[in-house]
């Protein structure tokens, strides 16, 4: 069974920075992709943000991200961080790290980490 083990939540106000970091478990899994979601209250749970762990990394974004947060990844470690920059109230929620193993078709999920703007 693959872990995922986040870290990094937390409240902010809003226009400040927090950076999550999420770490996967050693083992037999080769990992394709690893990246975050987000349940906000009332709303569906939405892609952040994405690495693509075997292809080059190349990266992808959900449109609340797009130009304030970064993801990336640690030294070829089954770690990735989000480094979200100009939060904004609508930010608020809980976010899930994810996991893809190969030949897999469902993700694994890390326990939530709460991230929390304020006004």
């Known amino acids: 069974q693959l872990q995922l083990v986040e870290s990094g939540g937390g409240l902010v106000q809003a226009g400040g920075s927090l950076r999550l970091s999420c770490a996967a478990s050693?083992?037999?899994?080769?990992?394709?992709?690893m990246g975050w979601y987000r349940q906000s209250p009332g709303k569906q749970r939405e892609l952040v943000a994405a690495?693509?762990?075997?292809?080059?990394?190349?990266?992808r974004y959900g449109d609340s991200a797009q130009g304030r947060f970064s993801i990336s990844r640690a030294n070829a470690q089954n770690t990735v961080y989000l480094q979200m920059n100009r939060l904004q109230a609508e930010d608020t929620g809980i976010y899930y790290c994810?996991?893809?193993?190969?030949?897999?078709?469902?993700?694994?999920w890390g326990q939530g980490t709460q991230v929390t703007v304020s006004s």
């Open positions: 994810y996991a893809r193993a190969r030949g897999e078709t469902d993700n694994y």
């Open positions: 690495f693509a762990m075997t292809s080059g990394g190349v990266v």
């Open positions: 050693r083992g037999k899994f080769v990992i394709d992709s």
